[in-house]
T-cell receptor
Framework: KAGVTQTPRYLIKTRGQQVTLSCSPI?????VSWYQQTPGQGLQFLFE???????NKGNFPGRFSGRQFSNSRSEMNVSTLELGDSALYLC?????????????FGPGTRLTVL | GQQLNQSPQSMFIQEGEDVSMNCTSS?????WLWYKQDPGEGPVLLIA?????ELTSNGRLTAQFGITRKDSFLNISASIPSDVGIYFC????????????FGEGTQLTVNP
C-alpha cells in the first residue's frame, strides 16, 4: 500500500497570503489528522477529520481550517499568514483495529512565511 | 501544550551501545506509540503499545507500556549509525479520537 502523501513538499509564502495544503491518506484509512511541528513548540495537534467531519480540534486560531472529502483526502488552509506559521505541517492517517489505533505520518509540507 | 515529558533530550553514544529513553505523563493514556524522525521527513512509526505492562519488540527495539499507564520506555540494543535521528513518544487517550500528544523528542547521535 502507498503511504500518506502530502503536497506540496515545500512552500514559500509572504505574510498576509493564504495557503492550502493537501493530504491523501493510506487507502482504507478514514481518519486524517494534521499537526504543526516547530523547533520551539514541537509537534502540536491541529485537527482531526473522520468521514468528512471534524472530530477534534487543537488550540489554534481560526485562521487554521481544514476539510475532508468523501474519498478521505484532506486539505488544510491557513489564511492571513504570519511569520510564526513557518513550520513543518504533517498529516497522519489512522486505522483503528480491534488491537488498537496506529497512526502513520506523511513526509510533511515545509511552509516558510517571509 | 504538550503533556508528555520525554528524557533524555539528547544522547551521544558509541556504535554498539544500548540506549534507553522514556516518557512520563501526569495523565493516563491507553495507547503509546514510538516514532523516529529523520531530518526533513515525517515521523515513522516504530512500535505501538496498547496494554499496561505490555512489552513489544521490533528488531533491536523494545518498548514497554508502563503499569501506571502514565509512562512508556524505549530501548535500542546494539546501536548502529543509522539509528541516528529524533525519537518521539506519543500518547493517545481513549476519548481523544486520533489526537496524539507528543513528547519533546530525544535526539540520538551514534558515533561509529
Amino acid at each position: 500500500k502507498a503511504g500518506v502523501t502530502q503536497t506540496p513538499r515545500y512552500l514559500i509564502k509572504t505574510r498576509g497570503q493564504q495557503v492550502t495544503l493537501s493530504c491523501s491518506p493510506i487507502s482504507g484509512h478514514r481518519s486524517v489528522s494534521w499537526y504543526q511541528q516547530t523547533p520551539g513548540q514541537g509537534l502540536q495537534f491541529l485537527f482531526e477529520y473522520f468521514s468528512e467531519t471534524q472530530r477534534n480540534k487543537g488550540n489554534f486560531p481560526g485562521r487554521f481550517s481544514g476539510r475532508q472529502f468523501s474519498n478521505s483526502r484532506s486539505e488544510m488552509n491557513v489564511s492571513t499568514l504570519e511569520l510564526g506559521d513557518s513550520a513543518l505541517y504533517l498529516c497522519a492517517s489512522s486505522l483503528k483495529r480491534t488491537s488498537g489505533v496506529k497512526q502513520f505520518f506523511g513526509p510533511g509540507t515545509r511552509l516558510t512565511v517571509l | 501544550g504538550q503533556q508528555l515529558n520525554q528524557s533524555p533530550q539528547s544522547m551521544f553514544i558509541q556504535e554498539g551501545e544500548d540506549v534507553s529513553m522514556n516518557c512520563t505523563s501526569s495523565s493516563i493514556f491507553n495507547t503509546w506509540l514510538w516514532y523516529k524522525q529523520d531530518p526533513g521527513e515525517g515521523p515513522v512509526l516504530l512500535i505501538a503499545l496498547y496494554k499496561a505492562g505490555e512489552l513489544t519488540s521490533n528488531g533491536r527495539l523494545t518498548a514497554q507500556f508502563g503499569i501506571t499507564r502514565k509512562d512508556s520506555f524505549l530501548n535500542i540494543s546494539a546501536s548502529i549509525p543509522s539509528d541516528v535521528g529524533i525519537y518521539f513518544c506519543a500518547g493517545l487517550k481513549e476519548t481523544s479520537g486520533s489526537r496524539l500528544t507528543f513528547g519533546e523528542g530525544t535526539q540520538l547521535t551514534v558515533n561509529p
